[in-house]
C-alpha cells in the first residue's frame, strides 16, 4: 500500500498544472474526471470477477500507461485516454486491496484501521507532492523518471501479497449494501468537491508545480490529526453514527461558503482548509460504519465502489453542467452543499424515524 499510494502522491498530485501547460482546458480536465469514474463503473459491473494479484497487475499496466500518455500530450483524446485508464487502475487496486485490509482487521478496531488507511496517503501527501513539484521545475525528465520508477516498485510488490478470489454478481451486491446505497450515492455526487472542483479552482490561484504541491502538502496536514484521534474516539465509544450529524452538517455549511473563498487565495485556502480537515473524518467514519453494516465483504466493497462511482459521474456532470453555464460557477457549491445535508437527513430517517436500519 505504501508503495502504491506513494506513487500516487508523488507521480499524480501535480500534474493540473502540467495539464494546464501542455493545453488541456478546465472544461477538458472536468470530463477527463468523468471519464475516470466512468471508467470505475463500467470496469466493476463488467469484471465480476477475478484474483486479487491479476488486478493489481492490471492496476499497474494501466497507471503506468496513464502516466506515459500525458508526459508529452498532443491532443485532449490522449489526455481522455489517459483518464480512462487512471479509472480502470483505481478500481482495480483499490477492490482488491479494501477487501483484504478490512479482513484482516479485528472488527473492534475497525475505526482505528479506517483511520489509519484515509491517514497514510495524507501523510505521504506532506512530502511528496512538494518534492515532486521543486524535481519538475528543476528536471522535469528525472521527474518522470522517478515517477516511473516508484511505479515499477509496485509490479514487484505485488508477487509479495497473499492471493484471494473476488466473486460477486450485482443483484447479490446491491442486496448486501441495501442499508447505505442511499448514503454511498450521496456521498459520491458531493465528492466532486474533493475530485473535481478543489483541484480546479486552486489552478484560478496557484499555476506551477511546486506551489501545487506545496498547497497539496497544506491540504494533506490540516487532516491527519484529528482523523487518528477520531479513529480512536470512534472505537471507544462504538457510536460512530452520532458524529455523522455534526460532521455531516458541518460540512455542508463549509461547502455552501466555498463562493466567498473564490475571490482571493488566502480566503481559497481557509476554505478549502477547513473542509479537508474534517473529509477524511468523514471519510473515517463512514467507511467503519460501512464495514460494520456490512461484514460480508467480498460482496459489499465491490457493491460499494459502483455506488460511489455512480454518485461520483452525477456529481461531476452536474460540475461539468455549471461550467458550460456559468463563466465562474457558484450555484454548483449550494447543489453540492444541499447534497451532502441530505447525508444526516436520510440517515435520521432510515434509522432514528423509520429505524428501518441500526447503524453503528
Not at 165 to 171: F, T, V
Not at 259 to 268: F, K, N, Q
Request: proline residues 4%; charged residues 10%.
Amino acid at each position: 500500500m505504501l508503495v502504491v499510494l506513494w506513487s500516487g502522491a508523488f507521480a499524480k498530485t501535480i500534474l493540473p498544472p502540467h495539464y494546464l501547460d501542455q493545453g488541456i482546458t478546465y472544461m477538458a480536465m472536468i470530463i477527463g474526471t468523468l471519464i475516470v469514474f466512468g471508467a470505475q463503473f463500467l470496469f466493476l459491473i463488467s469484471i465480476r470477477k477475478g484474483k486479487a494479484k491479476i488486478l493489481w497487475t492490471i492496476s499497474f499496466f494501466s497507471s503506468l500507461l496513464s502516466l506515459v500518455l500525458v508526459i508529452n500530450i498532443h491532443t485532449v483524446w490522449q489526455f481522455y485516454l489517459s483518464s480512462f485508464m487512471s479509472g480502470i487502475s483505481l478500481c482495480s487496486y483499490w477492490v482488491a486491496y479494501n477487501t483484504a485490509y478490512f479482513t484482516h482487521t479485528p472488527k473492534e478496531k475497525t475505526g482505528l484501521g479506517s483511520a489509519i488507511m484515509f491517514s497514510v496517503f495524507p501523510l505521504l501527501s506532506i512530502i511528496a507532492p512538494p518534492v515532486a513539484g521543486y524535481m519538475f521545475e528543476a528536471n522535469p525528465l528525472t521527474f518522470w523518471v522517478s515517477s516511473l520508477f516508484f511505479y515499477l516498485l509496485f509490479y514487484l510488490f505485488i508477487s509479495r501479497q497473499q492471493d484471494f478470489s473476488i466473486h460477486y454478481s450485482l443483484r447479490t451486491v446491491f442486496d448486501e449494501i441495501k442499508a447505505t446505497r442511499v448514503l454511498l450515492f450521496l456521498e459520491g455526487i458531493w465528492e466532486a468537491m474533493i475530485f473535481v472542483i478543489i483541484p480546479i479552482y486552486s489552478l484560478f490561484f496557484i499555476t506551477t508545480p511546486l506551489a501545487y504541491g506545496a498547497f497539496s502538502a497544506y491540504l494533506a496536514f490540516v487532516g491527519i490529526l484529528a482523523n487518528l484521534s477520531l479513529g480512536k474516539l470512534t472505537d471507544k465509544l462504538q457510536k460512530r453514527v452520532l458524529f455523522l450529524y455534526p460532521l455531516t452538517i458541518i460540512m455542508a455549511v463549509v461547502t455552501f461558503l466555498f463562493p466567498m473563498g473564490l475571490s482571493t487565495l488566502m480566503l481559497w485556502l481557509v476554505v478549502t482548509g477547513i473542509l479537508n480537515f474534517f473529509t477524511p473524518l468523514y471519510w473515517n467514519i463512514t467507511t467503519a460504519m460501512f464495514i460494520d453494516t456490512h461484514p460480508n465483504l467480498q460482496k459489499s466493497i465491490p457493491g460499494r465502489e459502483i455506488i460511489l462511482a455512480l454518485g461520483r459521474i452525477v456529481g461531476v456532470s452536474l460540475v461539468l453542467f455549471f461550467f458550460i453555464i456559468e463563466s465562474q460557477p457558484r450555484i454548483i457549491f449550494y447543489i453540492l452543499g444541499g447534497i451532502m445535508l441530505g447525508y444526516p437527513l436520510h440517515l435520521f430517517w432510515v434509522s432514528r424515524y423509520k429505524k428501518w436500519y441500526v447503524f453503528r
